[in-house]
């Protein structure tokens, strides 16, 4: 057990130690020293430098971790700055670089979802059509809304942003709906998650329960025009349903 403390030592001061002088060259082959002494199971020839050393050096790992929680939080606040203005390949990296810091922030993986969706899209750019591309960025805007929701259940973000991703993009219908309706119980007038579950609904092959949907929203919403798509998105599926 020895040992492993003195090694585990040794590789924490290794780093610092590179860039340092002669003073603590020495200092870094007494180490070498006294664990090769260690293992002949022979005591330390100094407990008093080691304790010097762990006050000394400690300081220095206190003021790097400081700096580190620093540039972690300016990756994070730079993600959402970044997927604010629309630049989703800078919010993706700048996500990923924050997630190295906070693994399990579910904002940051909500930002990652919802960037690399978008950059799903750019892949029809690519040439030969960029299918393999689209379809790799599809499945890391899916894994990241998972996490997220894996870390926070009630993230209505990543709630919605995996249901559109199912519903416009995967034509996974069936796996949004119960995504919809765990957001609407938590915002129960979001009229847009409305629509969006009428549109799932309807993907589904479940017609009148979408035509009840858009009833739903017409009943709900104050906007003139919501209403208008509603009742126009109602008429064609009752016509699809009853129509001659």
């Not at 040992?3 to 070498?32: P, Q």
């Not at 409305?194 to 009943?219: H, K």
């Not at 709900?220 to 064609?236: F, G, L, V, W």
Request: glycine share 6%; charged share 25%; aromatic share 10%.
């Amino acid at each position: 057990m020895k040992r492993v403390w003195y090694a585990v030592l040794i590789l924490a001061m290794a780093a610092t130690m590179s860039s340092c002088g002669g003073e603590d060259k020495n200092f870094l082959e007494l180490m070498f020293d006294i664990d090769a002494r260690a293992s002949k199971n022979a005591p330390p020839s100094s407990v008093e430098e080691i304790r010097d050393a762990i006050a000394k050096y400690g300081k220095e790992v206190e003021k790097t971790s400081v700096a580190m929680e620093k540039v972690g939080n300016y990756w994070r606040l730079l993600a959402v700055k970044y997927l604010e203005k629309g630049l989703y390949g800078d919010a993706y990296d700048a996500s990923l670089k924050a997630l190295r810091h906070y693994p399990d922030a579910a904002g940051l993986y909500y930002v990652a979802g919802l960037s690399a969706a978008f950059l799903s899209k750019t892949a029809s750019a690519e040439v030969g059509g960029g299918a393999q591309s689209r379809a790799a960025w599809l499945l890391a805007s899916e894994n990241a809304y998972k996490r997220s929701l894996e870390l926070d259940p009630r993230n209505t973000k990543s709630l919605y942003g995996l249901a559109v991703l199912y519903t416009f993009e995967l034509e996974n219908h069936e796996a949004a709906l119960p995504l919809i309706e765990k957001y609407l119980a938590i915002d129960t007038k979001n009229v847009d998650a409305m629509f969006l579950r009428a549109r799932a609904l309807y993907g589904a092959g479940r017609l009148q329960e979408s035509a009840d949907a858009y009833d739903q929203i017409i009943a709900t919403t104050i906007i003139d025009e919501k209403k208008r798509m509603a009742a126009d998105n109602k008429k064609i599926i009752l016509d699809e349903l009853y129509g001659e």
